[in-house]
């Protein structure tokens, strides 16, 4: 076994343990259809519950949730992912970090955008952009551009939806359901972590983005995972205001996890807006009603480092000083 290989399977071994201990303290044992229990010190079920409930040794689960050396059934976790109640993305999420053999899908070499993708995107009456499992922006079109042209104005290196999301200020943030879409896509982007812990990208990755923001540090604290699929974004766009779209994930073969974002209207008004945003004919505002200015907002945050650089690291230990 290779050094990195060891890494991977001794951090994966880590997250298994720190989710199956989450998941397990959540479920009350009423619940899980224990009786009541006196007061206890810490929430949620206790191992030896969690083990009888799923028909499992208490030794072997004790040992499952200390990220020990052990093989796991898919009969066993699926026992587990019963008792601790876990949804579709959650099992998974168990399935990934437990290695199961045979139920993760062979993934193509490279993450590259064939060639042909950019024509459909352009081909396309909706808005739309193409997203690797980091979040980078790989590629758009010109209905999510003239939307979005604050990522334009970014250097490529910050063509990332989480260095976005975190670099404009509360008041005119793009996303008006910003306190249920945020920790909605920091749990996609931990499901993803569970296919590369270990792999030095992705862990500067994750260091990088809990130096860079508080609220990240928190969610990603919770140990959330979720899947992609459709979803309601509501944004704000300075030139018309109010935007609603249904958001639709589609993975595209081929690729090492690539997916196709698109974006679908959710009333007249919407479609209206985005029509006038795409013949030109809405105006950008001065000022917006915040008192930020129309190159304050499609700027960003120009004191802010690439995401994933070394200065994020050296910002933030010079901030904390």
Request: a neutral charge; aromatic letters at 8%.
């Amino acid at each position: 076994m290779t050094d990195l290989a060891a890494v991977k399977n001794s951090v994966r071994r880590t997250e298994l343990a720190d989710f199956l201990r989450s998941r397990r303290e959540r479920i009350a044992p009423e619940q899980a259809g224990l009786p009541p229990a006196p007061r206890r010190r810490t929430p949620g079920l206790r191992r030896e519950e969690v083990a009888q409930l799923a028909g499992v040794g208490v030794t072997w689960y004790t040992w499952l949730e200390q990220g020990r050396r052990i093989n796991a059934s898919t009969q066993v976790l699926d026992a587990v992912a019963r008792t601790l109640q876990l949804d579709a993305a959650e099992h998974r999420h168990l399935y990934t970090l437990a290695q199961v053999p045979d139920l993760r899908a062979a993934e193509a070499e490279g993450c590259a955008l064939p060639p042909e993708i950019q024509p459909i995107l352009d081909g396309m009456h909706n808005v739309a952009t193409v997203v690797n499992e980091t979040f980078d922006m790989v590629a758009t079109n010109r209905h999510f551009d003239v939307m979005f042209p604050s990522v334009l104005a970014q250097p490529k290196e910050n063509h990332n939806v989480f260095w976005c999301m975190f670099n404009l200020p509360e008041c005119c943030h793009p996303f008006v359901n910003r306190h249920e879409t945020i920790p909605q896509m920091v749990a996609m982007l931990r499901g993803a972590y569970a296919r590369h812990v270990g792999e030095p990208r992705w862990e500067k990755l994750i260091r990088d983005l809990i130096d860079y923001s508080e609220l990240f540090a928190e969610l990603w604290s919770r140990n959330e995972v979720a899947a992609f699929g459709k979803q309601l974004r509501v944004y704000y766009q300075p030139a018309v205001g109010l935007l609603r779209f249904i958001s639709t994930s589609l993975g595209i073969h081929g690729t090492n996890g690539l997916r196709m974002q698109i974006m679908i209207p959710v009333d007249e008004a919407t479609a209206t807006a985005h029509a006038r945003l795409l013949s030109g004919e809405a105006e950008h505002p001065d000022v917006l009603p915040c008192g930020h200015t129309w190159q304050d907002w499609l700027h960003l945050r120009e004191d802010k480092p690439p995401l994933g650089s070394a200065a994020v690291v050296a910002q933030a230990a010079r901030s904390a000083a």
